[in-house]
């Protein structure tokens, strides 16, 4: 069973850059896609961008997260998430989840997940 912590949430300016990171655990990265979520205040929790084990990033279509990076260093087990340009809009909670191989857009496809780290963008 994986085990995933996320860490690098603060307090951020907008206009801001920040790091996210998933630390995996229990196993290795080399054959699962590693999804990173978000859970913003009144919405629904919506995926973010996911780089399946091969490396190909999938953006799912949504060009509101145009300033989000997903990358992954299999060597030291981990996942980022890069964000460029905050916006106040990007406050809330960012999760990483896990799958084998291939990106899904939604969470029920994923089945590790971790707990969470929070992000606030405010002035």
């Known amino acids: 069973q994986l085990r995933l912590v996320e860490s690098g949430g603060r307090l951020a300016q907008p206009g801001g850059s920040l790091t996210l990171s998933c630390e995996v655990s229990g196993g290795t990265l080399d054959s699962v896609a590693v999804a990173w979520f978000r859970q913003t205040p009144g919405k629904e929790r919506e995926v973010v961008r996911c780089?399946?084990?091969?490396?190909?990033?999938?953006r799912f279509g949504d060009n509101d997260m145009g300033h989000f990076t997903v990358s992954r260093d299999n060597a030291k087990n981990m996942g980022y998430l890069q964000v460029n340009g905050l916006k106040p809009e990007d406050t809330g909670v960012y999760y990483c989840?896990?799958?084998?191989?291939?990106?899904?857009?939604?969470?029920?496809?994923?089945?590790?997940w971790g707990q969470g780290t929070r992000v606030t963008v405010s002035s």
């Open positions: 780089i399946s084990s091969s490396g190909d990033v999938s």
């Open positions: 989840a896990v799958r084998q191989y291939a990106c899904l857009s939604f969470q029920e496809g994923y089945g590790a």
